[in-house]
């Protein structure tokens, strides 16, 4: 050990006896503000004097007085002190906001993969900070996050930045026509959608960012599609599929592709690739930004929770969503 270091080791438990001096400069004040016989206080600073390599004490006729170098000394040994105290009470004050709430608005698609896989993350470094769950269309996310009634919203797709919000894309997750799985093209790959542009199509309903996406990719395909029916979660929506009440446009995933029913029924659906360059949505979060003067009202686990879904999330969601699809 460097014999610098080695000082330092032996005197640190003597440093509150030492800043306690220096405010008293009596040694028998600081005994009984410390609650310790004044025999405590003059070993210790005895033994501090050994360390130093000078006497901090000095008699004066039947008493002691600080020496020069404890004058020296002791204004040092209080602002250590004192500089510690400042890093304990920030240590605490994030103890105590990770001990806080996350308030996060999603949209229905993301409850199976996308929120459980960043939350995990963070939880696995922050176990005390707890999250309010808020689920809906996009519009709604983004109504609450506005509003000051969410913290954090995940959206597809990506909202636009501006009047007071930051956004930013996550991932860039692929959309899958989902078939019966006795669909005539159910072994095929890939599908163009004016192959099924007669067949009945089972979307999602007006306002949610599944419906945007899909409506996109049907006008880019010059198709209208014979919508038979319109869900508000993609469970209903699979549910539909595996009826054979027709086929949809969905992320990967629920399931999985392929799943039969007990005794085989005849159960489940496969997933095929759409021959369109829209055929995917960008995953997002968004957050309120700061007011002009520098100001907002992002508690500590929230800036926690969003920095760590910038900064890993691309790659957290890349990992789990690309292993399932």
Sequence with gaps: MDPDHKQLVQLLPLLPILSELARTEHVTATAELLGVPQS???????????????????????????????????PHVDAALAEFRRGLDLV?????????????????????????????????????TAFELRQGARAACLDELAAGDADIALTSPVAPRGRGLGSAALYREPLRLVLHHQHAAAGRKRLRLDELAHEPF?????????????????RDAGIRPRTAFESQDTHTVRGLVLAGLGYS????????????????????????????????????????????????????????????????????LAGFIEGRS
């Excluded at 390599?53 to 007085?65: E, F, S, T």
């Excluded at 089972?202 to 049907?218: C, Q």
């Design 40 to 74: 405590t206080v003059s070993r210790a600073l005895a033994r501090a004097g050994a360390v130093v390599g000078a006497d901090l004490l000095v008699r004066d006729g039947r008493g002691v007085r600080l020496s020069a170098a404890a004058r020296t000394l002791l």
């Design 92 to 128: 605490r004050q994030e103890q105590d906001a990770l001990r806080g709430r996350i308030s996060v608005s999603f949209q229905h698609t993301f409850g199976e993969a996308t929120l459980p896989v960043l939350i995990g993350a963070f939880r696995a470094r922050h176990p005390l």
């Design 202 to 218: 089972v979307a999602m309903g007006p306002g949610y960012g599944l419906r945007s996406l899909t409506d996109a990719i049907f």
């Design 249 to 316: 446009i969905l992320p990967p995933g629920g399931l999985g592709p392929g799943i039969h029913g007990p005794q085989g029924a005849g159960l489940g659906w496969v997933e095929l690739a759409i021959e369109s360059p829209l055929a995917y949505r960008e995953i997002g979060i968004a957050w309120r930004e700061r007011d002009s003067g520098g100001r907002g009202n992002e508690a500590g686990p929230v800036r926690l929770f969003r920095e760590m879904v910038l900064a890993e999330g691309p790659q957290l």
